[in-house]
Nanobody, 123 residues
Framework: QVQLVESGGGLVQAGNSPRLSCAAS????????MGWFRQAPGKERDFVAA????????YYADSVKGQFTISRDNAKNTVYLQMNSLKPEDTAVYFC????????????????WGQGTQVTVSS
């Protein structure tokens, strides 16, 4: 079993560049593909980014490509999401997820989820 705990969210001003962290428990973290998703108010949960177990391959939603960067430190059992130049439309609850069984772009295939961290971007 793996537990995921996100941190780094909060109220930020537009243009700021915070970094989210997702700390994982469990020895098998380093073998999992990890992902970030977000859910804006009144909208469905959307894929944001994913990273393979070694960190060698990353995937991004078109909406964040060039703006967000996903990375991981397997020694620290942590995956990160660097968010640059945030805009009000980036306001959402951001979720960390792990170990997808099939399509990494689909949240329903992930076995493990964090509780989410709220990111609110003020203009």
């Amino acid at each position: 079993q793996v537990q995921l705990v996100e941190s780094g969210g909060g109220l930020v001003q537009a243009g700021n560049s915070p970094r989210l962290s997702c700390a994982a428990s469990g020895r098998t973290f380093s073998s999992y593909t990890m992902g970030w998703f977000r859910q804006a108010p009144g909208k469905e949960r959307d894929f944001v980014a994913a990273i393979t177990w070694s960190g060698g391959i990353t995937y991004y939603a078109d909406s964040v490509k060039g703006q967000f960067t996903i990375s991981r430190d397997n020694a620290k059992n942590t995956v990160y999401l660097q968010m640059n130049s945030l805009k009000p439309e980036d306001t959402a609850v951001y979720f960390c997820a792990g170990n997808p069984t099939r399509n990494i772009l689909e949240g329903r295939t992930y076995n493990y989820w964090g509780q989410g961290t709220q990111v609110t971007v003020s203009s």
